[in-house]
């Protein structure tokens, strides 16, 4: 698109925004970026090539979303969580997220939470 050698392709919003390009938003029933459409997701299948000649596999619909974690074994854990908390709780870093052409996820999830003292 930047060299104007196509004149449009498929690809993550984000990759557009964070590169100016016009796009079009799908609707939820199959951007693939609600996760309480799971259900509706999975009933959508591609058959795709498999790992040997003559081999297929069957690819199921499943929601797109991005995470976040901290090591078990990070050099400094204490830098980590503030940098997490920066992204999930500051007005500032769910800014950046979303002028990078992402949603921020509400609620944060942290299977660890609870045993890891770190709150969010």
């Not at 997701?41 to 069957?58: C, K, M, W």
């Not at 797109?64 to 997490?84: D, H």
């Not at 992402?102 to 942290?110: A, C, G, T």
Request: a positive charge; hydrophobic letters at 35%.
């Amino acid at each position: 698109l930047e060299t104007r050698t196509i004149d449009y392709m498929f690809n993550y919003k984000s990759v557009a925004v964070q590169h100016g390009f016009k796009y079009l938003t799908l609707p939820d029933s199959i951007n693939l970026g609600n996760p309480a459409l799971a259900d509706w997701y999975s009933t959508a299948e591609l058959e795709v090539r498999g790992s040997t000649p003559g081999s297929t596999i069957i690819q199921k619909g499943t929601p797109i979303v991005y995470g976040l974690t901290i090591p078990e074994r990070a050099p400094n854990k204490p830098l980590a969580e503030k940098f997490v908390r920066f992204l999930t709780d500051s007005l500032k870093g769910c800014k950046i997220i979303e002028q990078s052409g992402q949603k921020p996820i509400r609620p944060v999830f942290s299977a660890k939470s609870a045993n890891s003292g770190l709150r969010f």
